[in-house]
């Protein structure tokens, strides 16, 4: 018996001393839990929930998700020609709508949703906000509906030599000092071809820092499945982006990532290009170029 109180001893004395003045924090008012869940994170405020009642109802009060919602939410959602925009019971409902279904705004110029997780904010820039070198020709670039899609058009590339495509925004639309990532958001028909050998050159970069980021991307290597990241052997040719397949049935594959400061002047540019080579490409189509933050 002696030689366990000595080892419970030893063991406190590695904890260091009981503390004589622990405070139950559960018994704080509704309103001070709310002040302390806001500065965490959505997702810390939904594992909250589980703690307690009391934890609970201030992790779900209007109070923490409207800290949770970008300042200027109501000025993005008045964009949007749904009827039910702002018809939810709490801001909870409304935060989490926004993160799971996207709202076309800007007379569907854009798509809006949030990270779901951060509760940053992102875009989605459609085919036609894209300047595509030949896009208006016919014998080159259609423009067809698709029902998958959340845009009315997508881009489908009959065929093409000179292949470039570009867009850009407005930074200030952004969340500031965030880290973002650009992604094509496309699918490639049984006949595609065209676009490994050489692959083409994506770009991004604002106007503010100055730099351009770029990498080569193959459109066409295996498709990482949600998920299975770390389970896709690459071939021998190594690119820093490969394909995902995402969720609402298209592919994704990241153009490249910059850092967000919050500049209201300054405009983020962004591209895929292959005009060196100039053999043709056929089968892609592009529903757009999603802007979103990085995870990790």
Same mark, same amino acid.
């Given at each position: 018996? #002696?030689?366990?109180?000595?080892?419970?001893? $030893?063991?406190? =004395?590695?904890?260091?001393?009981?503390?004589? !003045?622990?405070? +139950? %924090?559960?018994?704080?008012?509704?309103?001070?839990?709310?002040?302390?869940?806001?500065?965490?994170?959505?997702?810390?405020?939904?594992?909250?929930?589980?703690?307690?009642?009391?934890?609970?109802?201030?992790?779900?009060?209007?109070?923490?998700?409207?800290?949770?919602?970008?300042?200027?939410?109501?000025?993005?959602?008045?964009?949007?020609?749904?009827?039910?925009?702002?018809?939810?019971?709490?801001?909870?409902?409304?935060?989490?709508?926004?993160?799971?279904?996207?709202?076309?705004?800007?007379?569907?110029?854009?798509?809006?949703?949030?990270?779901?997780?951060?509760?940053?904010?992102?875009?989605?820039?459609?085919?036609?906000?894209?300047?595509?070198?030949?896009?208006?020709?016919?014998?080159?670039? #259609?423009?067809?509906?698709?029902?998958?899609? $959340?845009?009315? =058009?997508?881009?489908?590339?009959?065929?093409? !030599?000179?292949? +470039? %495509?570009?867009?850009?925004?407005?930074?200030?639309?952004?969340?500031?000092?965030?880290?973002?990532?650009?992604?094509?958001?496309?699918?490639?028909?049984?006949?595609?071809?065209?676009?490994?050998?050489?692959?083409?050159?994506?770009?991004?970069?604002?106007?503010?820092?100055?730099?351009?980021?770029?990498?080569?991307?193959?459109?066409?290597?295996?498709?990482?499945?949600?998920?299975?990241?770390?389970?896709?052997?690459?071939?021998?040719?190594?690119?820093?982006?490969?394909?995902?397949?995402?969720?609402?049935?298209?592919?994704?594959?990241?153009?490249?990532?910059?850092?967000?400061?919050?500049?209201?002047?300054?405009?983020?540019?962004?591209?895929?290009?292959?005009?060196?080579?100039?053999?043709?490409?056929?089968?892609?189509?592009?529903?757009?170029?999603?802007?979103?933050?990085?995870?990790?």
């Amino acid at each position: 018996m #002696r030689e366990r109180d000595m080892e419970i001893e $030893r063991e406190g =004395e590695r904890n260091g001393p009981p503390c004589a !003045c622990a405070v +139950d %924090i559960s018994v704080l008012p509704e309103g001070c839990l709310s002040d302390i869940v806001a500065l965490t994170t959505p997702k810390d405020a939904c594992r909250a929930c589980a703690v307690s009642s009391t934890f609970r109802a201030a992790a779900e009060s209007n109070a923490v998700w409207e800290r949770f919602l970008p300042s200027d939410y109501q000025a993005i959602i008045a964009q949007s020609s749904s009827s039910d925009s702002l018809n939810f019971s709490s801001k909870k409902q409304l935060y989490l709508s926004l993160s799971d279904n996207p709202r076309l705004i800007d007379d569907n110029k854009k798509s809006f949703f949030l990270d779901k997780l951060s509760g940053k904010k992102c875009y989605h820039l459609p085919a036609r906000e894209l300047t595509i070198a030949w896009g208006d020709n016919p014998h080159y670039w #259609r423009w067809v509906s698709l029902p998958e899609s $959340r845009f009315p =058009e997508v881009a489908e590339l009959h065929s093409v !030599c000179w292949f +470039d %495509i570009n867009g850009k925004m407005s930074v200030s639309i952004l969340s500031p000092k965030t880290n973002y990532a650009a992604y094509l958001v496309y699918k490639l028909t049984e006949e595609a071809y065209g676009f490994n050998d050489p692959p083409p050159t994506a770009s991004i970069g604002t106007t503010g820092a100055g730099e351009v980021y770029e990498q080569t991307v193959s459109l066409d290597l295996p498709i990482v499945e949600p998920g299975q990241e770390d389970q896709v052997v690459l071939p021998q040719q190594q690119h820093t982006s490969r394909p995902k397949q995402r969720n609402d049935g298209w592919l994704e594959i990241e153009l490249g990532q910059f850092f967000n400061e919050g500049g209201e002047v300054d405009e983020l540019q962004f591209g895929l290009k292959e005009v060196k080579v100039l053999w043709d490409k056929s089968g892609l189509i592009v529903e757009g170029i999603e802007i979103r933050p990085t995870r990790g």
